[in-house]
């Protein structure tokens, strides 16, 4: 099964006098990064929701948005005076720019996120384990989305590596014809600049041999073939974490096709060739959101 890095996880609810609002997007990285965005008095547990967040997500470019509301009760609350000043300065600004009163706009002030809070400090161990049960429901919608990018990643791949296995079926049906067209044009060559009767037969057919060999391509494409099979086996593995491996192998079908190419001295071949390294263009984007 493949996993994608992109997905999106959203889960909210109301425990007592506080709703719990946590929405997590998840997009590709090379490493794990996190960026989190949350109220004050979670920042104890900081730690805790990194922690729970790479062990689920693995990987990515994380952000995570964690906002909790105090429901109606008679708690004692604490006014953030610099935000609503902040606040207030540029819708006034506004204000005087539209010829707007604002004469009515500190109830709405009061509303804005982060300008009322609970007075307490920290969120006390109780609460700790309603969010983070909050927390644990998102990742799994997240993880869910990114199981069903998957499903579309993999079918994707399975294709691209079936067309370069194309390609290369047809370069070994070349392969004999170019082996015979190289030594009949090595023999035509000598003939013409030092005469059918001035060299020796067994010999020149030593040096065909010798030459032949060096640029005999029958082993790239028997590594080839490997490193595509070890493709598909890797996908369909178990492992959640994939992408880094895939990358690996995406190198190496790389240097085969690249070194077909450069030993091939036939148009047909450089054609397949040039095929291959587009549909190979094509898996290196999409493992970069491979898990």
Same mark, same amino acid.
């Given at each position: 099964?493949?996993?994608?890095?992109?997905?999106? /996880?959203? *889960?909210?609810?109301?425990?007592? !006098?506080?709703?719990?609002?946590?929405?997590?997007?998840?997009?590709?990285?090379?490493?794990?990064?996190? =960026?989190?965005?949350?109220?004050?008095?979670?920042?104890?547990?900081?730690?805790?929701?990194?922690?729970?967040?790479?062990?689920?997500?693995?990987? /990515? %470019?994380?952000?995570?948005?964690?906002?909790?509301?105090?429901?109606?009760?008679?708690?004692?609350?604490?006014?953030?005076? !610099?935000?609503?000043?902040?606040?207030? =300065?540029?819708?006034?600004?506004?204000?005087?720019?539209?010829?707007?009163?604002?004469?009515?706009?500190?109830?709405?002030?009061?509303?804005?996120?982060?300008?009322?809070?609970? %007075?307490?400090?920290?969120?006390?161990?109780? !609460?700790?384990?309603?969010?983070?049960?909050?927390?644990?429901?998102?990742?799994?919608?997240? =993880?869910?989305?990114?199981?069903?990018?998957?499903?579309?990643?993999?079918?994707?791949?399975?294709?691209?590596?079936?067309?370069?296995?194309?390609?290369?079926?047809?370069?070994?049906?070349l392969e004999p014809r170019r082996r015979k067209r190289m030594k009949s044009e090595l023999i035509d060559l000598l003939e013409e600049n030092a005469g059918k009767e001035n060299y020796d037969s067994n010999r020149l057919e030593q040096e065909l041999i010798y030459y032949i060999e060096k640029i005999d391509i029958r082993e790239e494409q028997v590594r080839l073939k490997n490193h595509c099979e070890y493709f598909i086996?890797?996908?369909? /593995?178990?492992?959640?974490?994939?992408?880094?491996?895939?990358?690996?192998?995406?190198?190496?079908?790389?240097?085969?096709?690249?070194?077909?190419?450069?030993? *091939?001295? !036939? %148009?047909?071949?450089?054609? %397949?060739?040039?095929?291959?390294?587009?549909?190979?263009?094509?898996?290196?984007?999409?493992?970069? =959101?491979?898990?």
């Amino acid at each position: 099964m493949v996993r994608s890095m992109t997905g999106f /996880g959203r *889960a909210e609810q109301t425990v007592g !006098d506080k709703t719990y609002l946590v929405e997590i997007k998840s997009l590709n990285g090379k490493q794990f990064e996190v =960026n989190l965005k949350i109220p004050p008095i979670i920042k104890p547990y900081e730690f805790d929701i990194r922690s729970l967040i790479q062990e689920n997500l693995l990987r /990515g %470019s994380i952000e995570c948005l964690i906002v909790i509301k105090q429901n109606g009760t008679s708690k004692p609350v604490v006014i953030n005076t !610099d935000l609503i000043k902040s606040y207030y =300065n540029q819708i006034e600004s506004l204000a005087t720019e539209l010829s707007i009163d604002t004469n009515s706009v500190l109830a709405a002030l009061l509303r804005l996120p982060e300008v009322v809070s609970p %007075s307490n400090e920290v969120l006390d161990e109780s !609460d700790w384990k309603h969010l983070k049960g909050v927390i644990e429901v998102a990742l799994l919608e997240l =993880n869910a989305h990114r199981i069903e990018e998957g499903k579309s990643l993999e079918k994707e791949l399975r294709l691209r590596i079936k067309n370069i296995k194309i390609q290369e079926d047809e370069i070994l049906k070349l392969e004999p014809r170019r082996r015979k067209r190289m030594k009949s044009e090595l023999i035509d060559l000598l003939e013409e600049n030092a005469g059918k009767e001035n060299y020796d037969s067994n010999r020149l057919e030593q040096e065909l041999i010798y030459y032949i060999e060096k640029i005999d391509i029958r082993e790239e494409q028997v590594r080839l073939k490997n490193h595509c099979e070890y493709f598909i086996s890797i996908l369909e /593995g178990d492992e959640e974490a994939k992408g880094k491996k895939l990358s690996f192998v995406v190198q190496e079908i790389g240097r085969e096709i690249n070194t077909t190419g450069s030993k *091939a001295y !036939d %148009s047909e071949i450089q054609r %397949s060739v040039v095929l291959m390294k587009d549909e190979l263009e094509k898996i290196k984007e999409q493992t970069f =959101n491979i898990l």
